[in-house]
Structure formats: C-alpha cells, structure tokens
C-alpha cells in the first residue's frame, strides 16, 4: 500500500435544498487501502459515495482522484467502479456475458475476452464450468462474485461497494467478508466500502472512517478507534462501553488506587472503560479503580458471560467475563475493578463536538 493518496476529498458540501448532508468534509484515500465507512442510517454515506462515483455534484469542494480533479467529470468517464448492492447483473445472459460486459463496451477481441472472464473466474474461486452458466441459476453468493469479477474486469483504479452483503445470510455473509478482504490482499486494489456493519468493517479494512449527520467523526485504524474513541458516539457506536463523567480527577462511585489518582490527577472528560476489561475482584483483590454494586442480569454469550451491575445512585456498569470466571446471578453483591491501561479518557471538548 503505497503513502500518497489515490483519492482526496476537500472541503466536500452537498446540499439538498435547505439541508446539508455532508458539511464540507476532507479525506485521504491511500493507494492499495481498504477504507471501510460506517454510520448510522441518515449520516451521509450513500451521499458520499454517490459524489465519489459521479451519480450527482457536489455544492461545493472538491475530489481528486491523483493528480486530476474529478467531480465534474460524468460517471462513465471516471476510472472508478460500484459494487451495487443490487447487482445489475444481467439474469439470463451467462456468467461469462455478465462479466466480459465491460470488456465488449471498450471493444475488446471476444477472444481476449473470454481468457480474462475465465482469469476473473479463477480470481473469485468460481469453477471455469460457470462460464456458460445462467445468473438465474446462480446462488445469492454466487451472483455477487460474478459481480465483483465484473466489476474488475472494469480493471477500476478504485472499488466501491455500498453494502454489498446486507441481504445475505449470516454464514453467507461471513464467507464472503474473508473472500473480499482476501481479493482486495491479492488485487492491490484500493476498496471503499460502505456498511452499517461495525463487525464487517473490523474485520476487512484497513481504516474505519466513522461518519455522523454528514461529517467524520473519527477516521482511524479499527484497534485505535475501539482503544482510543475520540467522543462518547465513536465509544458507544464501536459496541458495549461504560461511560464515566470524570471532574477534576474524580468520578462519583468510582474508588482510585495511587496509579489512577496520580494518573488523573486535575482531569475533567469521559472515561471510556470496555465490559471485558473490568474484572470481578475476589475479597481482598486489588485494582488501580474499583466500584461496587450488585448483579441485575445476565447474558450468556458462547464462551463469555456478559453482567449488568446496579449501582446506587449511578448508571449500571457492564461486565464481560470468561465462563469459567463467572459468578453469582442476579441479586449477588460484586467488587469490580479494572486497569488504568484499560482506561481512556476523552477530553471535554471532543465529547461536547459529539453532542
Ligand atoms: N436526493 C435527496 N434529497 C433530499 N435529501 C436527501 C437526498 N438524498 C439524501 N438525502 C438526505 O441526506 C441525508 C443522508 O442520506 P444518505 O442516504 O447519504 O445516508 P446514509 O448514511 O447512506 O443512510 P443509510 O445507511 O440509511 O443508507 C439523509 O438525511 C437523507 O434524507
């Protein structure tokens, strides 16, 4: 993945009307990444996307794609390409027509074409048999890698997909995050992808961008993002967290050892603290902070158990424990303690940004 920027965004504003749905954003795009960008429903992904690929103009700012700026230039001239959710696979032409589509368009030899539609073939795991094949006789799964191998028969500088996998089953799903993170790996390709899955991101991009009502709220490598969100939405978007509102170094309910207090000694913001890193103390166990409180529910999830603990006079607290550490149920009275290492603390003005 090389450093300079295959794509950048500048000051990028789209408004329809009186509203705006993206507030003059900027992004850099690394050559040979996978960009993954989340958000919630309404925060402005499918209008970026849409920007990027040429479907519509932005009001204002600016995209470039290396040296050459793009976003006046039509669709079809960009040497960009979209993944669609829906497809747009032709359903009774073969797999074979689907993909040396792009090819005949620029009028290549039906001789080459075939030889690069049977390397596509190849790429995708798809047996040289499926030439021949109808799409509608093709599985869900299936027809999306004959629209990826189309889409690479484009031989596009860049991919973008916009939620290619949310109508397909769980295990389904699964197969195919690893099979796209595994083709982006071997085409080098820079891939764009959008999602409302926070779990698929994790586990194919290289960096999340995190997009709330129009504008990134953090852009940042997954392990950063979930150890070092930036505001209270990036932490609670990146999955179950406790919260504590920290004044002058102390947070009500909370007991500090010598390591945290030295630590946060004078520090006012958000204490970002994940369920599996908070410990149920056995009597007498030490901890840099520990708390109190007693278990209201539990969840059993696969290896883990997951408690929410009451407190009095404050939020509940989460706790995710490994099976075999887990202790009483509902009603039973528990200590809990965690590291200063598992602790992050958002600064004030970052959490009020999110607000
Ligand atoms: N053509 C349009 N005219 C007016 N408003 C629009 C138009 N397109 C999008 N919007 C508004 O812009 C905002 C962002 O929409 P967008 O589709 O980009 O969100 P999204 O993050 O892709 O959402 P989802 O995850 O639900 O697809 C929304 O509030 C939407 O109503």
């Known amino acids: 993945m090389g450093d300079q920027p295959i794509l950048r965004i500048n000051a990028l504003t789209k408004r329809f009307n009186e509203f705006t749905a993206l507030h003059g954003i900027d992004l850099n795009v690394r050559d040979g990444e996978f960009l993954a960008i989340v958000g919630p429903s309404g925060s402005g992904k499918t209008t970026l996307i849409r920007l990027l690929v040429g479907m519509d103009e932005p009001t204002e700012g600016a995209i470039w794609l290396r040296d050459s700026r793009i976003d ?24 074979g027509q689907n993909i040396e589509f792009p090819l005949k368009l620029r009028k290549v030899a039906p001789a080459t074409r075939k030889a690069r539609a049977l390397e596509l ?47 397909l089953d769980y295990r389904l799903r699964k197969t195919l995050e690893k099979e796209l993170k595994d083709l982006h790996r071997r085409t080098g390709k820079t891939f764009i992808y959008i999602t409302h899955s926070l779990e698929e991101a994790m586990v194919m991009s290289d960096r999340i961008a995190i997009m709330k ?27 179950e967290v406790n919260l504590f509102d920290m004044v002058d170094g102390r947070v009500p309910g909370l007991r500090f050892g010598p390591r945290a207090s030295n630590l946060f000694v004078g520090q006012t913001g958000t204490l970002v603290v994940r369920p599996e890193s908070v410990a149920l103390l056995a009597p007498g166990e030490e901890a840099d902070v520990a708390l109190e409180g007693i278990i209201e529910s539990e969840y059993l999830l696969g290896s883990r158990v997951q408690y929410t603990v009451a407190r009095e006079g404050a939020a509940p607290v989460t706790v995710e424990v490994l099976r075999e550490n887990a202790v009483g149920g509902p009603g039973a009275p528990v200590v809990m303690g965690f590291g200063t290492s598992a602790c992050h603390l958002i600064a004030p003005e970052a959490r009020d940004a999110a607000a």
């Open 213 to 239: 009502a129009g504008r990134f709220e953090q852009i940042a490598p997954a392990a950063e993002i979930y150890a070092r969100p930036r505001s209270r939405f990036v932490a609670e978007f990146m999955g």
């Open 72 to 95: 006046a230039v039509p669709a079809n001239k960009r040497p960009t390409c979209m993944v669609f959710q829906s497809l747009a696979l032709f359903p009774h032409r073969s797999v």
């Open 121 to 167: 073939l190849e790429l995708l795991r798809l047996p040289a048999s499926y030439y021949d094949k109808r799409i509608d006789e093709c599985s869900g799964g299936e027809k999306q890698r004959v629209a990826l191998a189309r889409a690479l028969a484009f031989d596009p500088e860049i991919l973008f997909f916009d939620e290619p996998l949310s109508a």
